[in-house]
């Protein structure tokens, strides 16, 4: 499969990308969440800002700088841990057991969504600009579980032999005050959450604005920026975020 084509699609914004959940921060059904033993982190997303490019502009005949960015994913040893450290908070967090991912990749039923959402022309959600986006290999993105609707939820959470399912998405951006583009860019996580149970088409919770701590340090001053240290310091941001799940924000 060539994944650029894969990728390289017409992208639909709409509210359904907010997974249903309109402009809503915060949904909660602590009646249901109490049935809950079991997940399994289903889907997951990060974007991560990108360092800026020169390019050349064929109207000045000048060279300058050009925003960075891809909508095509990449994939990265650093977001693979944040999956990993998402999966451990919820299980130390709520107590719950969290299916494992190399069993998840390999059950029949989760191959079956996974190329359902994932092949293809898809309705997609893009990054924002100025963001590379990044992906786990064999993971479901953060659009997947809106692409299956309530059935193939249903039918995932069955397959999987969970209670419920859950996608993650973080979004890091460059925190830190500049004056004309120049200035210290200390990275901070945002990250959301939504979390199905079988039988319900909505949510049963969903956190739309959880915030990590904002880095100390600084990935550079203008837009060229270090990705190499932009990726360590947003797992790190994100590890703070997760360690919030559950708790009063």
């Known amino acids: 499969m060539n994944t650029e084509l894969t990728y390289f699609r017409i992208f639909i914004l709409s509210a359904l990308a907010l997974n249903g959940c309109g402009s809503l921060t915060h949904k909660k059904d602590d009646q249901a969440l109490a049935q809950v033993k079991k997940i399994a982190v289903v889907a997951f997303t990060a974007d991560e800002p990108a360092s800026a490019s020169i390019g050349f502009n064929l109207n000045s005949h000048q060279a300058g700088a050009v925003a960075g960015g891809s909508i095509i994913p990449q994939h990265s040893d650093s977001v693979k841990q944040m999956l990993v450290e998402l999966q451990n908070a919820f299980a130390r967090n709520m107590s719950w057991s969290v299916l494992a991912e190399d069993a998840m990749i390999k059950n029949p039923g989760y191959v079956s969504a996974y190329h359902n959402t994932m092949d293809g022309w898809q309705s997609k959600s893009p990054p924002n600009a100025g963001l590379n986006r990044f992906l786990v290999e064999h993971v479901m993105d953060s659009d997947s579980l809106r692409i299956l609707g309530p059935e193939g939820r249903d039918k995932l959470i069955t397959d999987l032999g969970v209670d419920a399912i859950a996608v993650g998405k973080v979004n890091v951006v460059n925190s830190g005050t500049s004056i004309m583009g120049i200035g210290s860019r ?17 949510p049963t919770w969903f956190e739309g604005q959880i915030k990590g701590d904002e880095s100390t340090e600084s ?3 203008t837009h060229f920026t270090d990705e190499e240290a932009t990726a360590r310091l947003s797992l790190e941001s994100a590890k703070t975020a997760f360690a919030k799940i559950g708790a009063a924000l």
């Not at 200390?186 to 909505?202: C, I």
Request: hydrophobic content about 25%.
């Open 219 to 221: 990935v550079g001053s």
């Open 186 to 202: 200390h990275p901070q996580a945002n990250f959301s959450f939504t979390l199905y149970t079988r039988g319900k088409e909505d």
